[in-house]
Structures are given as structure tokens and as C-alpha cells.
């Protein structure tokens, strides 16, 4: 079936950066394109991106244009979240998905202090 394994989440001061990485096991990543996904405390889960399966192409939600990217390593079976210029709205569980293969990793928190 597979799995999908987030990680670099951590606490994070408004302005700064994380890159969070989705790492991909047991099956065939560079076949799916994938998406990121975030959810605030008492809200409901929020597209983020996604990336095609090559990587050439991404779609941000307009909200986090130019402050969020996505990005791929195909070869080592991983998906990039950099996010930059944080702020506290960032605050949440940011969750992997390779839609079409109905997977979904066990998320990642990201804490922005004000």
C-alpha cells in the first residue's frame, strides 16, 4: 500500500522559514502527483499545493503565493513544503497526500510564536 512519512516541523519564529519534507515508502513515487494539506487548531483541513508527478508543475492556494513552494526529488522519494516569512496563521499540522493512491502521512506540526 505504502506510506508517507512528514517531517521538519518545529516551532518557528514570525518571519522565519521551514522546509518540510514528505518522505515516501513502498511505492512507486514518481507515478503520483502529490499535495500538501494543513489544518489549524479548530479549523478545517486546507488544500495547500501540488506538485505534478514530474515537477515542473505546482499550484499554490492564492493565499500562500509567494511565501509557499513545493517541490520534489524524485530520485529519492521525497516532497518539499518551503515556507518562508511565517506567520502565526501558519500554525498547524501540515499532512502529505498522494491522492490518487489514497494515502495520507500522519502530519507534521508547525507552531509560528507572535
Known amino acids: 500500500q505504502g506510506q508517507l512519512v512528514e517531517s521538519g516541523g518545529g516551532l518557528a519564529p514570525v518571519g522565519g522559514s521551514l522546509r518540510l519534507s514528505c518522505t515516501a515508502f513502498g511505492f512507486a513515487f514518481n507515478s503520483y502527483h502529490m499535495r500538501w494539506y494543513r489544518q489549524a487548531p479548530g479549523k478545517e483541513r486546507e488544500w495547500v499545493g501540488t506538485?505534478?508527478?514530474?515537477?515542473?508543475?505546482?499550484n499554490i492556494t492564492d493565499s500562500l503565493k509567494g511565501r509557499f513552494t513545493i517541490s520534489r526529488d524524485n530520485a529519492n522519494a521525497v516532497m518539499y513544503l518551503q515556507m518562508n516569512n511565517l506567520i502565526p496563521e501558519d500554525t498547524g499540522k501540515y499532512f502529505c497526500?498522494?491522492?490518487?493512491?489514497?494515502?495520507w502521512g500522519q502530519g507534521t506540526q508547525v507552531t509560528v510564536s507572535a
Open positions: 506538485i505534478t508527478i514530474s515537477g515542473r508543475g505546482t
Open positions: 497526500t498522494a491522492p490518487t493512491k489514497g494515502i
